[in-house]
């Protein structure tokens, strides 16, 4: 469970009247912070403030009069802009660059709220909240982080909101690990980050798996970002998709517009850490997609269960026909194997271990430079400390539509893709899709009409003894072929045939192993 409340202060839900105004009153953020009582005004006037601030004071609002113009400044040393460790503490309106950490940061705490806020090249994550419930991350921007823009971790249920938002030149736009429970993803931009939207599951956070949640109502493009975004391992790993469910259950994709993501619009896939977490029970319905690189939906093992597809657009998939053959409203078979999808990830790892990812130093993505909106009122707006904050939303999830393609993208061509594999995508993943999916897809092919052929040829033999045979090499990728051949095979030359074909296995198991050892990749 989320660590209980730090203060045994009674929850203040309207503001005292007080403001604290830095620096006219109090020369530093952190002075006006720490002669503020709850229900307080923390208000800032512009400047770059050179500081890293600890918030223990529960209910406070800390306010910016400009957004652009006031800037909390981490000159590459300092670790967080703005921690807090107290209940429901809202922050609003202002920057905070270039620290080592996190830009604007809530751990351990009930009720959270980051307003208007912009976080630029702060090093690990731009805004986060772990460990804490009853959040919402509003009308804000982040970009320059290795990890995540936007991070919410551990926490069950969550009862947040991430809500027109941009996130871009991360390496993951959105990251939530093991972060479950009436969570809302929506109406946000994740644009030129390594991969834009990935909940996920990780043995290194507690609460696994990852449940519950919903990504809804988003623009979703150009993610692939080779060149300008900083990531590390995971990011990597998740190279060019949209939306990647990695180990999640029960949580649902819809109505999201994804354009141009270098590998997939939407992935679902295991994830695989000291565990292997399946992915299992989510949906992905009324989602559009183009331009995908290799397909625009997605689907791997191994061992996923019970994921489905339904009234999604596009023109590819991984394994074909996924709306038809994993539908929400109809059939949908299981997906043992399906390591077409999941190959890729692994090759990425590979690639990573090798330094083929991309490196960048901290402050080296783009900077943007627009303007950002300010809140709404200003120094003058509504003091709200951040109580009741899931509860008080005036959100209808109903309402959530489809963003409509803007005029002036040019949609790109898709890879040149062999079942389910991207061949451009570098050695380790063309590697791993190989080994790990086309060569034992093609020995399944192979072997089962090589089996028919001998079944239906076979002489002296019942219908039912053909037909048994038949189902189980159907049914039952390589296993049915290798037991015909130990077991069905009438001819004298049985042996000598499961040698041979047990040699190639081992080969095959070698090659895989080695190819796993050497890409660092168990």
Request: net charge negative; charged share 15%; hydrophobic share 40%.
């Amino acid at each position: 469970t989320t660590s209980e409340a730090q203060s045994d202060t009674e929850a203040v839900t309207a503001w005292t009247g007080v403001t604290r105004a830095v620096p006219g009153d109090y020369p530093t953020i952190q002075s006006g912070v720490d002669a503020a009582e709850p229900g307080d005004l923390v208000l800032v006037e512009p400047g770059v403030y050179r500081e890293a601030v600890s918030v223990t004071t529960p209910y406070l609002t800390i306010r910016g009069t400009d957004r652009n113009e006031v800037i909390l400044d981490g000159e590459f040393t300092r670790e967080n802009g703005i921690a807090v460790t107290a209940d429901g503490v809202a922050i609003e309106n202002m920057t905070a660059r270039n620290y080592t950490i996190n830009g604007f940061f809530w751990n351990g705490v009930t009720g959270y709220r980051g307003s208007y806020l912009t976080a630029i090249d702060d090093w690990v994550y731009g805004i986060y909240a772990f460990d804490s419930v009853d959040g919402l991350l509003e009308s804000s921007y982040a970009s320059g982080s290795w990890d995540a823009g936007f991070y919410i971790g551990q926490c069950r249920p969550c009862d947040a909101v991430v809500t027109n938002v941009v996130a871009e030149y991360n390496g993951l736009g959105y990251s939530g690990t093991n972060s479950s429970g009436n969570i809302w993803i929506v109406n946000s931009e994740w644009r030129n980050n390594v991969a834009g939207i990935v909940p996920n599951t990780l043995d290194s956070e507690l609460l696994p798996p990852v449940t519950d949640v919903v990504v809804a109502g988003n623009y979703v493009h150009h993610n692939g970002e080779d060149e300008s975004a900083p990531n590390r391992t995971a990011e990597w790993s998740a190279f060019g998709n949209g939306i990647v469910l990695a180990g999640a259950r029960d949580s649902l994709v819809r109505n999201n517009l994804l354009v141009n993501n270098k590998t997939s619009g939407v992935l679902v896939v295991s994830m695989i850490d000291k565990n292997l977490w399946p992915s299992a029970g989510n949906e992905v319905r009324d989602n559009v997609a183009v331009g995908s690189g290799r397909s625009d939906y997605a689907l791997g093992g191994p061992a996923e269960r019970g994921s489905c597809f339904s009234d999604n657009e596009g023109t590819s998939s991984t394994p074909r026909l996924l709306n038809v053959l994993h539908s929400c409203d109809g059939i949908n078979l299981p997906s043992p194997w399906g390591l077409a999808a999941g190959s890729n990830n692994l090759g990425r790892i590979a690639e990573v271990n090798f330094d083929l990812n991309t490196q960048l130093e901290h402050g080296e993505a783009p900077k943007p430079t627009e303007s950002f909106a300010n809140l709404p009122g200003g120094a003058d707006a509504p003091v709200r400390p951040a109580v009741d904050v899931f509860n008080s939303l005036d959100f209808d999830p109903s309402i959530l539509s489809t963003p409509t393609l803007p005029d002036d993208i040019e949609v790109a061509d898709s890879e040149p893709v062999f079942m389910g594999i991207v061949l451009n995508s570098g050695f380790w993943p063309v590697t791993m899709g190989l080994l790990l999916s086309i060569i034992p897809t093609l020995a399944w092919f192979l072997g089962s009409l090589w089996s028919l052929w001998k079944i239906w040829t076979a002489e002296g033999r019942v219908t039912a003894w053909r037909v048994g045979w038949t189902i189980a090499v159907t049914v039952l990728p390589v296993v049915g072929a290798l037991a015909y051949l130990a077991a069905g095979d009438p001819t004298e030359r049985r042996l000598r045939r499961a040698g041979a074909v047990g040699l190639g296995v081992f080969a095959w198991l070698a090659a895989t192993g080695a190819a796993v050892v050497i890409g660092g990749i168990a």
